[in-house]
Each structure stands twice: as structure tokens, then as C-alpha cells.
């Protein structure tokens, strides 16, 4: 995996994981969802990349 693409999984992640604590935390539903969505997309990123990465070898 591409050490950059890598690093934008991870920040994705832990964006939307902080997003949606402090959502739930002000009792903010969309914020939670948005966090969610983002956190979602991050792993889906990270998995897209492990993909890439089997086929390559």
C-alpha cells in the first residue's frame, strides 16, 4: 500500500471516529452520522488499497 494513500486512510478514520465522539457526546445526531460516513469511507479506503496491494504481488 502506498504509504500515502495509507496515511489519508488512517486520517479519514480517525477524523470521522473524533467527529462522531463529539456528536454523541453533544447529543448531535448528524454530526454522529457525518463521523460514521466518514469513518466508513476511511476504512473502505484502507481496504481498497489491501486490495490493490494483494493483486500486486
Same mark, same amino acid.
Given at each position: 500500500? %502506498? %504509504?500515502s494513500? =495509507?496515511?489519508? +486512510?488512517k486520517a479519514?478514520?480517525?477524523k470521522g471516529k473524533i467527529k462522531k465522539e463529539a456528536g454523541r457526546a453533544v447529543g448531535n445526531e448528524r454530526? /454522529? +452520522?457525518e463521523g460514521q460516513g466518514q469513518k /466508513? =469511507? #476511511?476504512?473502505?479506503? #484502507?481496504? =481498497?488499497? =489491501?486490495i490493490k496491494d494483494a493483486f500486486e504481488d
Open positions: 500500500m %502506498s %504509504s494513500e =495509507k496515511a489519508k +486512510a479519514e478514520q480517525v454530526a /454522529t +452520522a /466508513t =469511507k #476511511g476504512d473502505l479506503r #484502507g481496504a =481498497k488499497e =489491501k
